[in-house]
């Protein structure tokens, strides 16, 4: 069982920053991706980004590429999402997961086997 938890959302304006972090515990393992994804009010959840916990490997929605960094922090098991140069399109519930998906479907819900509860994100215009 692995345990996700989620902290940093909250209100923004436009153009401003927030920093998200996923830490998380129990049976982690070496070879796991950790995700990040959002649900904007009425859509489907969607991708934004990844990291695995070993290397360098970074992915990212094309909408999120140079405004978003994901980076981590193995000897806190923490995960972290800067998100810089915010719009009113970032507006979602953000939430991390964790799974050992190949990167051909790092994209895809269902490659991951552990959420944590998510956080709002709402970005003011």
């Known amino acids: 069982q692995v345990q996700l938890v989620e902290s940093g959302g909250g209100l923004v304006q436009a153009g401003g920053s927030l920093r998200l972090s996923c830490a998380a515990s129990?049976?982690?393992?070496?070879?796991?991706?950790m995700g990040w994804f959002r649900q904007p009010p009425g859509k489907e959840r969607q991708f934004v980004a990844a990291?695995?916990?070993?290397?360098?490997?970074?992915y990212y929605v094309a909408s999120v590429k140079g405004r978003f960094t994901v980076s981590r922090d193995n000897a806190k098991n923490t995960v972290y999402l800067q998100m810089d140069s915010l719009k009113p399109e970032d507006t979602a519930v953000y939430y991390c997961?964790?799974?050992?998906?190949?990167?051909?479907?790092?994209?895809?819900?269902?490659?991951?086997?552990?959420w944590g509860q998510g956080t709002q994100v709402t970005v003011s215009s």
């Open positions: 997961a964790t799974g050992i998906p190949p990167t051909s479907t790092i994209a895809t819900m269902r490659s991951y086997d552990y």
């Open positions: 990291i695995r916990w070993s290397g360098y490997d970074t």
């Open positions: 129990g049976r982690t393992s070496s070879r796991a991706v």
